[in-house]
């Protein structure tokens, strides 16, 4: 089992940065895809941005060149830079890991965290 908790959420005008961290215990993460998801009120969960094993890196195109994910085996911990926040990147983010590969899609993580709000003020 691996358990995931997320800090570093908060309120921050648009423009500003915050650093999401996320970090595991029960199992080293060394072996493991990780990745970033957010939830919107009323939306469904979107990918973010995943890192494998391997550091080989995915991320969705709303956040290219904003956003960037690293991993920190020592620690056990993930973390999604987010800098030229905008309001639209209000929501609730979600912490997630999965044996393997990064990928995009939700349902092919086995843990994740409580989640962490952004809220992004204009």
């Known amino acids: 089992q691996v358990q995931l908790v997320e800090s570093g959420g908060g309120l921050v005008q648009a423009g500003g940065s915050l650093r999401l961290s996320c970090a595991a215990s029960g199992r080293t993460i060394r072996g493991y895809a990780m990745g970033w998801f957010r939830q919107a009120p009323g939306k469904e969960r979107e990918f973010v941005a995943a890192?494998?094993?391997?550091?080989?890196?995915y991320n969705t195109g709303s956040v290219k060149g904003r956003f960037s994910i690293s991993r920190d085996n020592a620690k056990n911990t993930v973390y999604l830079q987010m800098n030229s926040l905008e309001p639209e990147d209000t929501a609730v983010y979600y912490c997630?890991?999965?044996?393997?590969?990064?990928?995009?899609?939700?349902?092919?993580?086995?843990?994740w965290g409580q989640g962490t709000q952004v809220t992004v003020s204009s």
């Open positions: 997630a890991a999965r044996a393997g590969l990064g990928t995009r899609y939700a349902n092919e993580y086995d843990y």
């Open positions: 890192i494998s094993w391997s550091d080989s890196i």
